[in-house]
């Protein structure tokens, strides 16, 4: 009996010996590494032991795959479950961290006096604030400050971190650690013309009137809808300026109220200043190309600060706050015409984001990409051995929206396409994407990935768009521009949609690719081609391909497809 006792003891006290244990005892192995730095940023030294650092933890999430599984039931138009999107519970479901996941990272934690937050709704992404030297320790590695030369700014990486062994499972990656961003640098545009502008006819210039003429778009039908929001996300120090908007408005839609604006959402210091001179040309085109377009739609202009915690730059936060919103603020409809290259992103960090993604398509918005603006070489053109695919638009999850000519006939030659080598070719695409890859045959084998998955997945009009920009009216060509038409013409639908008492139609690939939705509402688009790194790059043909993806959209006939017209007779009305 005594014995028993004292042997329970000894029990107890070896636990409590285990529960505090130091940091050092578990065994630690290398999680991630990188050799160097990415291109552009150099090592500048040590930052000061007690500088305090922000990590997010992202936890392994219990059920993707099941939730992939739902994403198509509700966004496939041939399923019996199509429209019947999640609520952020229900996805919370597929992606909070298992119990055993979420003590287990939780003691390792606690026994380094650390406390974390939970930053996301479900509980995935964790948030830790600690000194620098503590960082160190906790992850067996030495952060340093890292320069990007161009812009000088500075951030605080490492090159390669640690876990311990046996909560490597329960770990998706660790950020901001290894992953360097170059600071999102301002859309590349295809052209900038400041000059004085000439008349000149539709299809060499693109205005609202030019805009809704190629697309069918009766601008008499005012949308009505209040909660159906259509998103702008605006980064790096991107300002949308209102007194701009007013007059591009007062010129190009005489027929609304000029005082028609947009809301702002701002996010970790996002803002909006409007002095003029910090008026910005991506935001200023996003917002007057989808007032412009989508009339009577709902605007918020969501602005992102420049040092939001994510490492991300705000990519990844944005979502998650989108998914924590109520749904009546939530956007049907999210653009966003800013990217990175794949290669940028360590493949965890880019599937965490993409993981994002799949979540708020789930819950019914349809979040829409610009492919990038210089063809098959990702964000850099020319400098390029291996074709680059832009991420967000690598992301099978998201709508990736690519550009053509004024005339809607013909592949703008800037338009991003390709394929990730990242995620695999997704089953919506998949019987398309063979089809180009039999066409195209051994042409650029070793250049691009023949699994990934491909994109875009669709494109509008993008040359010489007419923007008001600091007072004066300047002309900008890009995928940059296709984006916001494009969600403009989801917004419009959507509205129709929820008039009829219908849901939106949240994630949007398994319904373009549809064989019945293309026959009567994308017109493909078969000349041109998108060169980089030295190619001529991909050509577009019949059917899908990387340049223009399933083709151009057919505002009727998409009307047509969802029942909001006769198909066979829908006219502009
Ligand atoms: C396309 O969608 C329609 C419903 O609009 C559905 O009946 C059909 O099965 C779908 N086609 C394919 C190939 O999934
Ligand atoms: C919205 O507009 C549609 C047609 O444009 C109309 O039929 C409907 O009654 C309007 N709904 C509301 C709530 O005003
Ligand atoms: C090509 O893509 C597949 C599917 O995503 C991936 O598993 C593979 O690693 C990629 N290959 C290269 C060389 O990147």
């Not at 936890?59 to 099941?66: D, M, P, R, T």
């Not at 138009?77 to 999640?86: F, I, K, R, T």
């Not at 049907?332 to 800013?338: A, G, H, K």
């Not at 964000?379 to 004024?406: D, E, H, I, M, Q």
């Amino acid at each position: 009996m005594v014995r028993l006792v004292s042997q329970f003891i000894a029990l107890a006290a070896l636990v409590c010996a285990a529960l505090a244990k130091p940091m050092s005892e578990r065994a630690m192995a290398v999680y991630d590494r990188r050799p160097a730095p990415a291109r552009g940023f150099v090592n500048s030294g040590a930052p000061s032991a007690g500088k305090q650092l922000t990590l997010r933890l992202a936890l392994k999430q219990n059920n993707i795959a099941g939730l992939e599984k739902r994403l198509y039931a509700v966004s496939d138009p041939a399923s019996v479950e199509y429209g019947h999107h999640l609520s952020a519970d229900e996805v919370a479901e597929f992606v909070k961290p298992t119990s055993d996941t979420l003590s287990s990272v939780t003691a390792w934690l606690t026994e380094h006096d650390l406390s974390a937050k939970p930053v996301s709704h479900a509980g995935d992404i964790l948030e830790i604030t600690l000194p620098v030297a503590k960082a160190n320790s906790l992850l067996a590695t030495e952060f340093s400050v890292f320069t990007h030369l161009d812009s000088g700014k500075t951030s605080i990486r490492t090159l390669s971190y640690s876990l311990p062994v046996d909560l490597q499972a329960h770990i998706d990656n660790i950020t901001p650690t290894t992953s360097f961003l170059p600071p999102v640098v301002g859309p590349q545009f295809a052209a900038v013309d400041s000059s004085p502008q000439k008349r000149q006819a539709c299809g060499l210039v693109n205005n609202p009137a030019c805009i809704n003429g190629l697309y069918d778009i009766n601008t008499k039908r005012k949308a009505n809808q209040s909660t159906n929001i259509l998103g702008v996300a605006g980064f790096i120090d991107q300002y949308a300026n209102e007194a701009d908007l007013k007059q591009f408005l007062a010129s190009q839609r005489p027929d609304i109220d000029p005082s028609t604006t947009f809301t702002l959402q701002t996010l970790y210091d996002g803002s909006n200043p409007q002095d003029p001179s910090l008026s910005g040309i991506e935001a200023n085109l996003d917002i007057q190309y989808t007032i412009g377009i989508a009339t009577g739609v709902p605007v918020t202009f969501i602005s992102v600060g420049p040092d939001a915690p994510d490492g991300l730059s705000g990519f990844l936060d944005i979502i998650n706050t989108l998914i924590s919103e109520p749904s009546d603020t939530r956007p049907n409809v999210l653009s966003t015409s800013y990217a990175f290259d794949e290669q940028d992103l360590p493949q965890s960090l880019a599937t965490t984001l993409c993981n994002a993604y799949l979540q708020l398509g789930a819950m019914g918005t349809s979040v829409i990409f610009s492919s990038g603006d210089l063809g098959v070489g990702g964000t850099r053109g020319l400098t390029c051995t291996r074709f680059l695919p832009t991420l967000p638009s690598n992301c099978p999850w998201v709508t990736s929206v690519g550009a053509v000519n004024g005339y809607g006939d013909q592949a703008a030659s800037y338009s991003g396409g390709g394929f990730s080598n990242y995620f695999p070719t997704p089953d919506y695409q998949a019987s398309d994407v063979a089809a180009f890859l039999q066409m195209l045959g051994d042409q650029y084998s070793g250049l691009y990935n023949s699994t990934g998955r491909a994109f875009p997945d669709v494109s509008a009009t993008g040359n010489n768009f007419e923007i008001v920009w600091q007072g004066q009216v300047v002309q900008v060509s890009g995928t940059s521009a296709s984006a916001p038409v494009f969600a403009s013409m989801i917004a419009l639908l959507n509205d129709e949609l929820i008039g009829h008492g219908r849901p939106p139609l949240g994630f949007l690939n398994p319904f373009l690719y549809n064989a019945t939705v293309r026959s009567f509402g994308i017109a493909d688009v078969r000349f041109g081609s998108n060169p980089g790194c030295g190619t001529a790059g991909f050509t577009a043909g019949t059917g899908w391909d990387p340049v223009t993806g399933v083709g151009n959209p057919k505002f009727y006939g998409l009307r047509g497809a969802l029942g909001l017209c006769d198909p066979l007779s829908c006219s502009f009305e």
